[in-house]
């Protein structure tokens, strides 16, 4: 259960890998803060944590839990807000089922998430679950612009110690494809409301038939919103992905479809489903009664197809033979023979991409080798980053990791801001027809022309947002004195929108010279030519463009996007601290159940506690927490400097080793520090302590792996289990507490 009262700060219950450091790292930082008067409070975001609240009446008492993501929803909108967010899965369909289960099997009557439901019951169910499925976490908390970076000692020590990279060759096939026409991009209206337009808005099919089916009502608008609606054509992307199956095929290279099923829970599973169904288009056309019959939905990928027709054999034999004829896969696990359209939340185009771009455009294939790959990207809107940065490495060869420059990142992504708030408004059209968006007061914004299976979307992006947005940018190129680019293409219909804002508020802030307009394959090449030079750029993106360049470019230039320092100004004056990726989590925390070993890096968690201590003590006038936080940055330097991470292999230092290292070296620097007297009094001992007792500890922790860990659970784990396995050492635990 989490805290009641409201402390000083907040640290947020996720999922996976960086859960589990929590509960070795978590104790530590209470211990540490507590000397400075700073109580540190935990509130539950995770998975289980979420569906465990959405049914209190179905729950024991002992089993409730009050709504965490509610409460931190209403603290990020006060200045008092200081939360240290964790990266939480955006929960696929699969995941949120394989959760229910896992909770269903420890006791709590939940109900099962049907696909199709037809009682009253059960479309409750499903309306509370689909709350939760996908990335409903972060437009709760993200009540702020992003301002994301590496930290200088990060970025000193991925130069000074350069990551592996793969090598380009000019010849290479890898390749983007994306639709072009009849997509979200081609398709995108956009307009920002006047004041008369403002309130509740109506989306409506009107259908050929004449029948009118109102999609969705009261969606509430501002003045001064930016109001996109558009639609991806089934049928155009039907014809693309079968075009791009067959020219894969002939290229002899590995079919690899990227997208982003967690964030864009609604459309992206659905595009998904399209890819399963054409690649497997025979097996469909011949065996669609009995596919249905057995449950089979597309949307959730190969794996779960497999599942549902196992033991059907002339099913098996006609999915084997199909696969056998199309172009391989690009592949999540050669060794388990888990593909790209298994799950859909498995390759996450943001991670997905720029790992194969680090690695000289290769993924892996079915045969366990390294191959060049079609990265199919069925919409248009951001595939040109992608294509220019391939190209554009096709034509320089890879990175050097050990002189290139940085690019930070300042992100519009405040109250739901652009495509990832659309999950309300986001439809398969049922019908063929016209799609209205009408106004509060009956003006008829946009119009589309659809059919039957159509994907339309709408989003909305407030004035304040953006205006804050702008004035964040400003700040960070006043601060850094760097290249700063807005990365907005005048073509494209959003964008002209928020150029619009944009340019009069750069002129009367006296800031129109400091910065660029491009559009994203102009920004991508510029970015990428100005940090091989050694030098630094700011991309001034939009929500999405945030999400994907803050892997991007991280990658690239440090190995890996975990390792970033993300601060989100809220915009009533409080502060969330992002602390980084979580995409590989998954088997991070297998082989921590196998071997007991966490290869996590809670670098993001020691980069977001530093700064979060230190804007505490400016906002509330506590000198010892800003000296905490100061000695945090300290200690971060020692983690790097003297090679402290954890190891990838059991029998290695780990997770829980690298805290010990951290908890060390943050007791010496305030030990050692001069500006006050009683805290280098209070952490002298327990820095004794730690150093006197190093090889006891580091024998104890080591001493825990090799064998397999038993955590009571994955997405609802044990906390007792989880604590006894992540705080193996008697020794650490009685001088931390």
């Not at 420890?106 to 696909?115: F, N």
């Amino acid at each position: 259960m989490a805290d009641n009262k409201t402390p000083d700060i907040i640290y947020t219950k996720v999922d996976e890998a960086p859960d589990l450091a929590s509960a070795s790292f978590l104790p530590i930082i209470r211990r540490f803060a507590a000397e400075a008067g700073v109580t540190v409070g935990l509130r539950d975001i995770s998975l289980a944590g979420r569906i465990i609240a959405a049914f209190p009446e179905r729950l024991t008492e002992a089993q409730r839990q009050s709504d965490d993501l509610a409460i931190l929803g209403d603290l990020v909108k006060t200045p008092e807000a200081n939360v240290i967010k964790l990266p939480n899965i955006s929960a696929s369909a699969p995941q949120l089922v394989a959760a229910i289960k896992e909770l269903q099997g420890q006791g709590y009557d939940l109900p099962d998430y049907v696909d199709e439901p037809a009682t009253d019951a059960e479309k409750d169910a499903r309306r509370r679950y689909d709350a939760i499925r996908g990335s409903a976490v972060n437009p709760v908390l993200r009540e702020g612009n992003s301002d994301r970076r590496a930290a200088r000692a990060v970025k000193n020590y991925a130069k000074a110690n350069p990551h592996s990279m793969g090598k380009w060759s000019a010849d290479s096939k890898t390749r983007v494809s994306t639709m072009g026409a009849n997509d979200f991009r081609s398709n995108e209206k956009s307009v920002t409301l006047t004041e008369a337009q403002a309130g509740p808005a109506r989306i409506e099919l009107i259908a050929r038939d004449g029948s009118v089916t109102v999609l969705k009502e009261g969606v509430q608008y501002h003045a001064g919103t930016v109001v996109d609606a558009t639609f991806l054509s089934a049928k155009a992307l039907d014809a693309f992905l079968a075009r791009e199956i067959e020219a894969t095929k002939k290229e002899g290279i590995l079919f690899s479809l990227h997208l982003k099923a967690t964030m864009m829970k609604v459309s992206d599973p659905i595009i998904f489903g399209h890819a399963v169904r054409e690649f497997l288009k025979p097996v469909f056309d011949k065996h669609g009664d009995a596919l249905k019959s057995a449950g089979v939905n597309p949307n959730s990928g190969l794996g779960e197809m497999l599942d549902r027709v196992s033991g059907m054999a002339e099913i098996e034999a006609d999915i084997q033979a199909v696969m056998a004829d199309r172009p391989p896969l690009y592949m999540v696990n050669s060794d388990r023979g888990i593909t790209n359209l298994h799950v859909p939340s498995d390759v996450i185009i943001d991670a997905s991409i720029p790992a194969l771009i680090r690695a000289g455009g290769k993924g892996w294939g079915p045969d366990g080798k390294e191959a060049d790959a079609n990265c199919v990207i069925p919409d248009s809107s951001y595939a040109a980053v992608y294509d220019e940065a391939i190209a554009y490495f096709k034509e320089t060869g890879a990175l050097d990791p050990s002189t290139a420059g940085t690019v930070q990142n300042v992100g519009l992504m405040a109250q739901k801001a652009e495509e990832y708030g659309s999950h309300p408004t986001t439809f398969e059209i049922p019908k063929d027809g016209t799609v209205r968006l009408i106004a509060a007061n009956g003006d008829v914004l946009t119009t589309h022309e659809v059919e039957a299976g159509d994907i339309w979307r709408s989003a909305a992006t407030r004035k304040a947002p953006i205006e804050d947005w702008v004035k964040l940018a400003i700040e960070r190129q006043k601060a850094e004195g760097c290249q700063a680019i807005f990365w907005l293409d005048e073509t494209r219909a959003h964008d002209a929108q928020l150029i619009a804002y944009v340019k009069p508020l750069l002129a009367a802030a006296g800031a129109t010279d400091k910065f660029l307009i491009l559009a994203p394959r102009e920004a991508t090449r510029l970015s990428f030519e100005t940090i091989r030079n050694g030098e630094n750029s700011i991309a001034v993106t939009g929500n999405v463009l945030r999400d994907y360049l803050t892997d991007l470019f991280p990658i690239l230039e440090l190995g890996t996007s975990a390792k970033m320092l993300s601060i989100v100004k809220l915009m009533q004056g409080g502060c969330m601290f992002e602390t980084g990726a979580g995409g590989s989590a998954p088997k991070h925390v297998q082989q921590l159940m196998e071997e007991n070993h966490l290869r996590w890096d809670s670098l993001g968690e020691f980069c977001a506690l530093g700064e979060s201590l230190k804007f505490l003590g400016t906002s509330k006038g506590n000198a010892k927490a800003r000296i905490l936080g100061d000695a945090v940055d300290a200690a971060t330097q020692g983690i790097l400097d003297h090679d402290r991470s954890p190891g990838r292999k059991a029998g290695q230092p780990d997770n829980r080793h690298s805290h010990y290292w951290f908890a060390r070296y943050w007791a010496e620097a305030l030990a050692a520090q001069t500006e006050d007297a009683a805290l280098a009094a209070a952490f002298a001992p327990v820095a004794k302590a730690l150093a006197d007792n190093e090889g006891k500890i580091l024998a104890e922790l080591s001493a825990a792996q090799g064998k397999p860990a038993d955590l009571g659970g994955y997405y609802h784990t044990d906390p007792v289990k989880t604590g006894a396995v992540m705080r193996p050492s008697a020794t650490l635990n009685g001088i931390i507490g």
